[in-house]
T-cell receptor
Framework: DGGITQSPKYLFRKEGQNVTLSCEQN?????MYWYRQDPGQGLRLIYY???????QKGDIAEGYSVSREKKESFPLTVTSAQKNPTAFYLC????????????FGQGTRLTVV | DAKTTQPPSMDCAEGRAANLPCNHS???????VYWYRQIHSQGPQYIIH???NNETNEMASLIITEDRKSSTLILPHATLRDTAVYYC?????????????FGQGTRLTINP
């Protein structure tokens, strides 16, 4: 079945370590997105990518990095520079047209101890 | 991108229609209104979207005012499984790239 997959569902890391969250889609979508969600809050955009080898900063990109080497994959690295990395991270994808919906993965809950 | 304003929370009785409002007074002529919902600890789920005409699908109806400055999502017969946070989003385009910007949403609680 087509869809968007995030792995792992739960991730624990020690403070100061970089960690990479996986996001893969087989929907042939051009655009992909990463969001962060804190408890009781809405989604905040970290990075988005319109096309392979191109990506743009969202509203809270500091302390994060991404790559888009393949159309299907948009991994997010949470670096040690991110001061409050513990959060729920959501990946999404959509076709690159204004009137199409986005599909979301089930999220990765990252806990840094 | 146009901003949206939603009430932080609403309650509705099971079996009744749930009407969720959204203001988007700065929406531009080529921007669509989208609705998503998020059940606790899951990824958001697409519900419906529209430009200026009212829309209906198997999940909900979307009523957009004639001036397009506000809209209402209608869940015709709410069930307990409709308890979720509902997000109203205006989808814009910046230099070809499209951002999806979420606000705080409305926490809808369906009561038995």
């Amino acid at each position: 079945d087509g869809g968007i997959t995030q792995s792992p569902k739960y991730l624990f890391r020690k403070e100061g370590q970089n960690v990479t969250l996986s996001c893969e889609q087989n929907l042939n979508h051009d655009a992909m997105y990463w969001y962060r969600q804190d408890p009781g809050q809405g989604l905040r955009l970290i990075y988005y990518s319109q096309i392979v080898n191109d990506f743009q900063k969202g509203d809270i990109a500091e302390g994060y990095s991404v790559s888009r080497e393949k159309k299907e994959s948009f991994p997010l690295t949470v670096t040690s520079a991110q001061k409050n990395p513990t959060a729920f991270y959501l990946c999404a994808s959509s076709r690159e047209r204004r009137n199409t919906e986005a599909f979301f993965g089930q999220g990765t809950r990252l806990t840094v101890v | 991108d146009a901003k949206t304003t939603q009430p932080p929370s609403m309650d509705c009785a099971e079996g009744r229609a749930a009407n969720l409002p959204c203001n988007h007074s700065t929406i531009s002529g080529n921007e669509y209104v989208y609705w998503y919902r998020q059940i606790h600890s899951q990824g958001p789920q697409y519900i419906i979207h529209g430009l200026k005409n009212n829309e209906t699908n198997e999940m909900a109806s979307l009523i957009i005012t004639e001036d397009r400055k506000s809209s209402t999502l209608i869940l015709p017969h709410a069930t307990l499984r409709d308890t979720a946070v509902y997000y109203c989003i205006v989808r814009g385009a910046i230099q070809g790239a499209q951002k999806l910007v979420f606000g705080q949403g409305t926490r809808l609680t369906i009561n038995p």
